[in-house]
Structure formats: C-alpha cells, structure tokens
C-alpha cells in the first residue's frame, strides 16, 4: 500500500456521460500527477501540480478534461462527453520532490 | 520526439535464476531513469534510479546499468523470486520537466 488512495476504483458509464475520480495523496506530497494506462501499455502524462498550482498538461488533456488540486490536498480530474476511447486506468501519483512517485492503485474507466 | 522502449515484451525465466530487463531510450536530455514494478490490479511501484550523469547503481538484488553511448539501460534482478513476477517498465524524466515518460513494459514470468 503506497498511500494513495483513489476512488473509485473502477466506473462503467455510458458514451456523452461525465464522470468525476478522486485522488488523495500522502499529505507529504506537494506534487501530484495524474496518468492514463491502456491495456498493454505503460502510463501517459496528462497533467501535474505543484500544491494547488497546475504546473503542466499534456496534448492528451482535450478540453474536455479539466483537473483540480483544490488546497494542494487532494484531487479530482473530471472527464466531460465520455468517448470510447476514453476507457482506460487512470492513475494518480505523488512525490516529495524526489524521482520516487507513489503510485495509486488507478480508477478502471469502461466507456459503454 | 521522446520515446523510451523495450526489447522483449515478455521475458520468462526460472526461479533462482538472474534476470535483465533491457530499455532504449532515444533522449539524450534526461536528468533520471527509474525503473517501475507493476503487478496486476496495481499502480507501478518504484524500484530503482539512477542518474543521467551515472553508469550504475545497485539495489537491493537489483542493479541498474546506463550505457549513454548505445543510450541503452537495463535492470538486473537477482536470484528471481516468484513475487518478482510482474510488468516492469523504464521511465525517463526529461531535463527540465517533472513527468515521466514510460516505456510500454516488458512482461516477467518465474517459473517454478
């Protein structure tokens, strides 16, 4: 257990629905990076804060992803219009100001 | 463009055994390569860094070398234990950014 929680761990919705997931790091770590994992292969960068500040977004983060770090504590990343492609892990994770990022366990998103 | 990569997607090897992980990777501006674990159902978990400015660092029962002339890494896992088995995937973290850029993983199997 890394100590990172993320919730849900897994969510089936309908094509053009939102949906929301929710990341709470350590409390340790100031920096927070959400990734998206597809079956086969390894994770992609989609965006990252430093406390509440957003600091960088991948091209993968369309418009209609938006995510949030309110109080650098926690964080939410909301997808918009869900598409089939959608469907993927995503992950969050969170470091220190190391090269070592915690892990979480990822939320499963199945786009129907 | 980045691109880290792998050689074999799947490497299978007796229990006891040693094993070595291979990566190319084709940017020469990186400040970290780090090796991820990730076993089904779970978010990577770190294993081991090293630094651009670095030809090696050990672990324990892992070792990591970095070739920058073939601009090529590898993870030595010795003695192979069941638990080991898993999807082990390299990273970058590119000169001045904070992501990191997976590969898309190499698949360990220990038999028995």
């Known amino acids: 257990d890394t100590g990172v929680s993320q919730d849900p761990r897994h969510k089936i919705t309908k094509r053009g629905q939102n949906v929301t997931f929710r990341c709470d790091p350590i409390?340790?770590?100031?920096?927070l990076y959400w990734y998206r994992q597809t079956l086969g292969q390894g994770p992609e960068f989609l965006t990252y804060?430093?406390?509440?500040?957003?600091?960088?977004k991948s091209r993968l983060l369309s418009d209609r992803f938006s995510a949030e770090r309110p109080k650098g504590s926690f964080s939410t990343l909301e997808i918009q219009r869900t598409e089939q492609g959608d469907s993927a892990m995503y992950l969050c994770?969170?470091?220190?100001?190391?090269?070592?990022?915690?892990f979480g366990q990822g939320t499963r998103l199945t786009v129907v | 463009g980045e691109s880290v990569g792998l050689h074999l997607p799947t490497l299978s090897v007796q229990e006891g055994d040693n094993s070595i992980i291979n990566c190319a990777y084709s940017?020469?501006?990186?400040?970290?390569f780090i090796w991820y674990k990730q076993e089904s159902g779970k978010g990577p978990q770190f294993i081991i860094d090293?630094?651009?400015?670095?030809d090696k660092r050990q672990g324990q029962r892992v070792t990591v070398l970095l070739n920058k002339t073939v601009k090529h890494l590898s993870l030595q896992i010795a003695a192979t234990q069941p638990g080991d088995s898993a999807v082990y995937f390299c990273?970058?973290?590119?000169?001045?950014?904070?992501?990191?850029?997976f590969g898309s993983g190499t698949r360990l199997q220990v038999q028995p």
């Open positions: 994770a969170g470091d220190r100001g190391s090269t070592e990022a915690f």
């Open positions: 409390s340790e770590h100031n920096r």
């Open positions: 804060f430093q406390n509440e500040a957003q600091l960088e």
């Open positions: 940017n020469s501006a990186s400040d970290y």
């Open positions: 090293i630094r651009s400015n670095m």
């Open positions: 990273a970058e973290v590119y000169t001045g950014r904070r992501a990191l850029t």
